[in-house]
């Protein structure tokens, strides 16, 4: 029902997200969806990749001496139109459960936008989406985009 | 400026007379703390030196040092030589890992150090006609309090605003017409330069201010005079020794007299502790022989400086010492507070998942001391919100502010981003030009 995502701390400075990419990219992992929150003082980078690459890209990336943390988000599919999106946040909304962040795949094999969501209790944002009939994209399925 | 002195008969005593005076009542300290104070009698006994050794000032090198640390081991009452009955105030400061470090006093204690203050105040133009605002923080720390009493006792009005609230500050500093202003030096810069944008000094009365709780610069000096024209003069203290008021610009501004009759001043070889002659920078190590609650038996500053014992154009015949150039340990002092890197360290320890690998940052812009603190992340602290991390961040800046008493400036970096260094870290960066 969770995909896996990736998470990354960066220092707020020069050149550090394009060395964080050319690690990545140099061996071999393509970043599927890429979301970075920044801060005065430092930057979270979260990014999604294919299953499996994300114990592969934790471990390259502590061997170049970076933090990086595996945790799972919400990956969903809604109507590439106006009010798409809204209509699943009022959803979300009405159910009291707040979105820490949020960001978005920008191609897919499917003609749905996708869009991944961090909420407060994943379990509970889950099951009322799916009971909605909102599609709730797999992993297997994130692995063929 | 004009040539004021509180108490013209012993401030310009012959060298003479003075040396009679502090032999005397050093000899009845060490009597003192001998039969009272277990950690001084221990110390004595291991140098092979009895209280009737000590018959004059000459004698003091017998002596043993007493240090910051021994303050801390002997938290809280540990090294009073009165009964608890005669303590009528405590003040402190913090120590050097997160314990503070606490001085008693008598009432006598109060009554002298209120004089050592009442000097420096008249040497600063103080008189019954002044309106003296205090801008030191009161409270543990003697600033506040030690500057008030001197004011009140030279019969000044006193207004007692304590730290901070600039705007505060300079709208009764106009309203009240305050004459004269105590507080750190950096801090009165702010407030005159503050005043300057407001554009209200020339409706200020103030003509002078005594600044201390902070090292500083002859520079600093000149600025601050020129952006509040005053007369800015240097007082130092330490709260193992009194608080501020230990001694004193006069109107040479040429160093700060020590009260000698209260407090002898050395200055020593920091490394071999072998005393040095007037003249040579070293270690300044202070001897209370007036101090009834807690005194003090070479009390070793860490604080470098010189001696000078030339005779001084007011007329005072105590010695000098000059500016502090430096120290011989790594305390900083940040807007008055004396910071230790152990302290910062003790706190980082403490919190879970803090590696030990920091390092403190120093900085003086527009006269104003600022800290931060780089800390490594570590895979314990780092989660995918930032709402977390900031919290953390938070956690670490109130913990410190609360261990230490000032705000510190926290940045998280990157693992191993903090250069190692073979042999003791490099814990500090000092880039402050005083």
Redesign the interface.
């Known amino acids: 029902m969770f995909i896996k995502?990736v998470?990354v701390?960066?220092?707020n400075a020069k050149g550090?997200l394009k060395e964080l990419t050319r690690v990545l990219g140099e061996n071999e992992i393509n970043l599927l969806a890429l979301s970075i929150?920044d801060?005065a003082?430092?930057g979270?980078i979260?990014c999604i990749v294919k299953s499996g690459d994300v114990d592969k890209s934790i471990e390259v990336l502590k061997e170049n001496?970076?933090?990086a943390?595996a945790?799972e988000v919400l990956c969903v599919g809604m109507p590439h139109k106006p009010m798409g999106l809204a209509n699943i946040l009022a959803l979300i909304e009405e159910s009291d459960i707040s979105i820490?962040?949020s960001y978005s795949f920008c191609r897919s094999t499917l003609d749905d936008a996708v869009i991944i969501i961090?909420p407060s209790d994943k379990e509970k944002c889950a099951k009322i989406l799916s009971d909605a009939g909102v599609h709730i994209i797999s992993q297997q399925e994130v692995d063929k985009f | 400026m004009e040539n004021k002195i509180y108490d013209p008969k012993m401030e310009c005593i012959s060298r003479d007379e003075l040396f009679e005076i502090q032999s005397k009542r050093l000899a009845e300290t060490v009597r003192r703390v001998y039969d009272n104070v277990p950690l001084y009698r221990k110390r004595m006994d291991e140098k092979g030196v009895r209280p009737e050794d000590i018959k004059t000032r000459d004698d003091l090198r017998l002596l043993p040092f007493t240090e910051k640390t021994d303050l801390r081991d002997c938290f809280p009452f540990g090294l009073l030589a009165a009964p608890k009955k005669e303590i009528v105030r405590i003040q402190g400061s913090s120590g050097t890992t997160g314990k503070p470090i606490v001085s008693g006093y008598t009432a006598n204690d109060i009554e002298v150090w209120t004089e050592m203050v009442a000097r420096a105040l008249t040497a600063a133009g103080a008189g019954p006609d002044d309106i003296i605002q205090v801008a030191y923080g009161y409270g543990l720390f003697t600033g506040g309090l030690g500057a008030h009493q001197g004011a009140q006792r030279v019969g000044a009005m006193v207004i007692p605003m304590s730290s901070g609230n600039t705007q505060r500050q300079l709208m009764m500093m106009k309203e009240l017409g305050s004459t004269m202003l105590c507080c750190t030096p950096s801090y009165a810069t702010y407030l005159g330069e503050t005043a300057r944008e407001m554009g209200i000094v020339d409706d200020l009365k103030l003509k002078s201010g005594c600044f201390g709780a902070e090292p500083w610069s002859e520079e600093m000096r000149r600025n601050l005079e020129g952006l509040l024209n005053i007369d800015a003069m240097d007082i130092y203290g330490l709260t193992e020794i009194a608080g501020p008021g230990v001694s004193f610009e006069c109107c040479a501004k040429n160093g700060c007299h020590v009260n000698e009759d209260h407090v002898i001043p050395e200055i020593i070889d920091p490394v071999t502790g072998e005393p040095m002659p007037y003249g040579v920078p070293g270690e300044l190590v202070f001897t209370t022989i007036t101090k009834e609650g807690q005194p003090m038996l070479r009390y070793r500053t860490h604080d470098i400086c010189v001696l000078y014992d030339d005779p001084c154009p007011c007329g005072r015949t105590h010695v000098r010492m000059g500016r502090i150039t430096g120290r011989t340990d790594d305390m900083l002092v940040i807007r008055g507070v004396n910071v230790f890197p152990s302290q910062i360290e003790s706190v980082l320890v403490g919190i879970n998942g803090v590696a030990p690998h920091y390092v403190i940052i120093a900085e003086r812009e527009n006269y104003t001391d600022s800290l931060e603190v780089q800390v490594e992340l570590t895979e314990n602290m780092f989660s995918d919100t930032v709402a977390h991390i900031e919290t953390l961040r938070r956690q670490i800046a109130d913990q410190i502010k609360s261990v230490v008493g000032i705000q510190c400036k926290i940045t998280l970096v990157a693992p191993r981003s903090i250069p190692r260094s073979e042999g003791k870290a490099k814990r500090l960066i000092d880039n402050r030009k005083i």
Do not use: V
């Open positions: 995502q998470s701390f960066l220092e550090t929150a801060t003082g430092f979270i979260r001496g970076y933090i943390k945790n820490e962040y961090r």
